[in-house]
């Protein structure tokens, strides 16, 4: 579980302070997926980022009651001059993990072959966004956090055997996932909200919430 109490954040831009969050109160549950809808602009990151714990609030509080993931595409923690086999290892240690098991599980699903024991740097985007995915899933969570859907690759059976892997770590677990595309939402998520003006607003269904994405797109 995931609650939001009274939680409030806001950036200044240099020309004007820039509202995430204003006073929101909200709660994430085990086994209820949510998809999040905003625009492009509005804070989703910062969004998934506080509930990671990677960003505090300005006020209020947010409590945390589960295993929660690090978010899709997240680079910290990863050293660009080691290999994925280093920073597999490295990571597994933080999380109490089997170093042997986290190690062979990315080097089976994100199969970048040689890459693999090269250093991250060499990397082209896909290749990370394989390596991280495979990271995340390598470590089992209640929560996990996705922020603009799944990675980005032309690799069909990477992206078929990923998405297996996903689907039966969500029969177990639970996801949080932000877009600003409705359809990104579908396949994942039984319930939804959207962001807007610094508030989030919760549906029991991604139809209700799609309604209020569109007016407030068109308004």
């Known amino acids: 579980m995931i609650e939001f109490d009274n939680v409030s954040k806001s950036f200044w831009t240099g020309t004007q302070r820039k509202v995430i969050l204003d006073r929101a109160s909200f709660r994430v549950e085990l086994g209820n997926s949510l998809g999040i809808l905003a625009p492009n602009g509005t804070g989703k990151t910062t969004l998934i980022n506080m ?99 799944m990675p980005s690759t032309t690799d069909v059976a990477f992206n078929e055997k990923a998405g297996a892997i996903l689907q039966d770590r969500l029969m177990k677990g639970t996801m949080v996932i932000v877009s600003h595309l409705p359809a990104t939402l579908e396949k994942f998520c039984r319930s939804a909200a959207v962001l807007m003006n610094g508030q989030l607003y919760m549906f029991d269904s991604l139809e209700e919430a799609r309604r209020l994405y569109d007016y407030q797109a068109h308004s």
Request: proline share 4%; glycine share 10%; net charge negative.
């Open 51 to 149: 509930m990671a714990g990677l960003e505090q609030p300005d006020e209020g509080t947010i409590t945390r009651r589960s295993r929660i993931s690090f978010p899709l595409g997240f680079m910290g923690g990863i050293v660009g001059k080691h290999t994925a086999n280093e920073n597999a290892r490295y990571v597994a240690r933080l999380y109490n993990l089997d170093p042997d098991y986290v190690e062979s599980f990315c080097r089976w699903l994100a199969d970048i072959g040689e890459y693999f024991d090269r250093p991250m740097s060499t990397y082209s985007a896909g290749m990370k966004s394989r390596f991280m995915f495979a990271l995340m899933l390598s470590l089992e969570f209640d929560i996990y956090l996705v922020d603009e859907g």
